[in-house]
């Protein structure tokens, strides 16, 4: 039982901002904080991972990225294609060709970002790979990618919208434990599944908005955009009905999204 001041005192660095590289996100106070949990949640090609990747590569802090959604191969050619300006379809060539010098010289500087690529990773499994990270390097992971939360195992006696709750019960506990920025990936109900209409918080497939501090629903309001609905946010102004809030450059051919 602590004072508040003592128990903040004691929680170290949690609640502290990674680095944010949209300048649009933090005028709107959209923020990734080490401790919390958030969602990021949208139809099938419309960005997600392109996002989450972005902010994983341009946060430049020791991340733990859990692929369950896509292989190895593939996340090669993304990371690639986004530090290099390179298409992916370029990208395949180039392996094809089986010389990648010159992709693996581009994806040098990623040493902090370490995967896991479970296609359908067990809650026990992730715990042991976030413990054998801190048995490595003597701490844990500053940002932890759960690539998604659909594809994780719950309980075996959980099923459906339960199994999502108890595995977002798990991860907002990991981001408390572990002091960790833990970032989740989720899709939405079959209506916003185009990508086309800006998703309210009732479009997540579950109902799974209780656990996450931050969710930001995504939609394409025109080609080469990325909008995002800032869907709830603990630290700033929600838009639950899902209004239109920020748009950000999208090129995901080469993995690219800007302010």
């Given at each position: 039982m602590y004072t508040?001041?003592?128990?903040r005192?004691?929680s170290g660095?949690?609640?502290?901002?990674?680095?944010?590289?949209?300048r649009?996100?933090?005028?709107?106070?959209?923020?990734?904080?080490?401790?919390q949990?958030?969602?990021?949640?949208?139809?099938?090609g419309?960005?997600?991972s392109?996002l989450?990747?972005?902010?994983?590569?341009?946060?430049?802090?020791?991340?733990?990225?859990?692929?369950?959604?896509?292989d190895a191969?593939t996340q090669?050619?993304?990371a690639a294609?986004?530090l290099?300006?390179?298409?992916?379809?370029e990208?395949a060539?180039i392996?094809e060709?089986?010389?990648?010098?010159?992709?693996?010289?581009?994806?040098?500087?990623?040493r902090k970002l370490r995967w896991?690529f479970?296609?359908?990773?067990?809650?026990?499994t992730?715990?042991?790979?976030v413990?054998?990270?801190?048995?490595?390097?003597g701490?844990?992971?500053?940002?932890?990618v759960?690539?998604?939360v659909?594809d994780v195992?719950?309980?075996?006696?959980?099923?459906g919208?339960?199994?999502?709750?108890s595995?977002?019960?798990y991860?907002a506990?990991?981001?408390?434990?572990?002091g960790a920025?833990?970032n989740a990936?989720h899709?939405?109900?079959?209506?916003?599944?185009d990508g086309t209409?800006p998703?309210?918080l009732?479009?997540?497939?579950?109902k799974?908005?209780?656990?996450p501090?931050?969710?930001?629903?995504?939609?394409?309001?025109?080609?080469?955009?990325?909008?995002?609905?800032i869907?709830?946010n603990r630290?700033g102004?929600p838009?639950?009905?899902g209004?239109?809030?920020?748009?950000?450059?999208?090129d995901?051919?080469?993995?690219?999204?800007?302010d």
């Amino acid at each position: 039982m602590y004072t508040i001041q003592r128990a903040r005192a004691k929680s170290g660095d949690a609640g502290a901002t990674l680095p944010n590289p949209f300048r649009k996100f933090s005028r709107e106070q959209v923020e990734f904080r080490r401790g919390q949990l958030h969602l990021i949640a949208a139809g099938p090609g419309v960005g997600k991972s392109a996002l989450s990747l972005t902010l994983a590569v341009a946060s430049r802090v020791p991340t733990l990225y859990f692929s369950a959604d896509s292989d190895a191969a593939t996340q090669y050619e993304r990371a690639a294609a986004m530090l290099s300006g390179r298409e992916i379809h370029e990208i395949a060539a180039i392996v094809e060709t089986g010389d990648t010098r010159y992709l693996d010289s581009k994806l040098a500087g990623l040493r902090k970002l370490r995967w896991c690529f479970d296609s359908s990773p067990s809650l026990d499994t992730i715990e042991s790979q976030v413990k054998a990270w801190a048995y490595v390097f003597g701490n844990y992971p500053e940002n932890i990618v759960v690539d998604n939360v659909g594809d994780v195992s719950p309980d075996v006696e959980e099923r459906g919208h339960i199994g999502l709750e108890s595995v977002m019960d798990y991860l907002a506990d990991l981001a408390r434990q572990t002091g960790a920025c833990v970032n989740a990936l989720h899709h939405l109900t079959g209506d916003y599944d185009d990508g086309t209409q800006p998703p309210p918080l009732s479009a997540l497939k579950g109902k799974i908005s209780k656990k996450p501090s931050l969710v930001l629903n995504l939609f394409r309001p025109e080609e080469g955009k990325l909008g995002v609905v800032i869907a709830k946010n603990r630290h700033g102004r929600p838009d639950v009905a899902g209004r239109y809030r920020i748009a950000l450059n999208s090129d995901l051919a080469r993995m690219q999204v800007t302010d």
